[in-house]
């Protein structure tokens, strides 16, 4: 079953600033002496990135009834969000979501939440894999933008690469 998606009718969350959380991927253990013992116990991290909406009142309504339908919180979503990369489709779900907001200008919500990204929508990590990193160093940030899977592409079948 495919994940729903963010609503058309609502605005890209905004970064509230320029951090995010990183979640554990090790797990450190000591075994009774002053050396700890570390092992890899996921292969891909999470991370938590602060962000806010500015909704009207009737995309105030949308994202209201967005919630109760598929419980963002829970499950798992694709949702827009801007993590160095500019803006694409996440593996996410909603944390930490104030609905309680608070009313700016006249007319507008300001709703913070904190997102949870777990992959990319075609459902690979959402870090650079080894090939993408050497690409985005050997011809520029311009391909960590965009449609990087289809510049990727290019780049391994040797197509449309940068004189």
């Known amino acids: 079953m495919p994940l729903p998606t963010w609503p ?13 959380t990183p979640s554990a991927q090790h797990e ?24 806010n909406l500015v909704l009207d009142r009737d995309q105030l309504s949308v994202l209201q009834a967005w919630i109760v339908l598929y419980d ?8 827009p969000a801007d993590i160095g990369r500019g803006v694409q489709q996440y593996e996410a ?12 200008g006249a007319s507008h919500w300001s709703i913070p939440l904190d997102i949870e990204i777990r992959a990319r929508d075609d459902g690979s990590d959402w870090q650079y894999t080894k090939e993408e990193a050497e690409m985005v160093i050997e011809f520029g940030g311009e391909y ?3 449609d990087f899977g289809q510049a990727f592409e290019n780049f391994i079948n040797g197509d449309n690469l940068p004189e």
């Open 144 to 146: 960590a933008y965009g």
């Open 72 to 79: 963002p919180s829970v499950n798992w979503s694709l949702i």
């Open 28 to 51: 450190r253990t000591a075994f009774g002496g002053p050396v700890e013992d570390s092992s890899r116990v996921f292969s891909s991290s999470r991370i938590t990135v602060p962000c």
């Open 93 to 104: 779900r909603l944390i930490a979501i104030d609905i309680p907001r608070s009313l700016i």
């Open 8 to 20: 058309s009718q609502l605005p890209c969350p905004l970064r509230a600033n320029y951090a995010w």
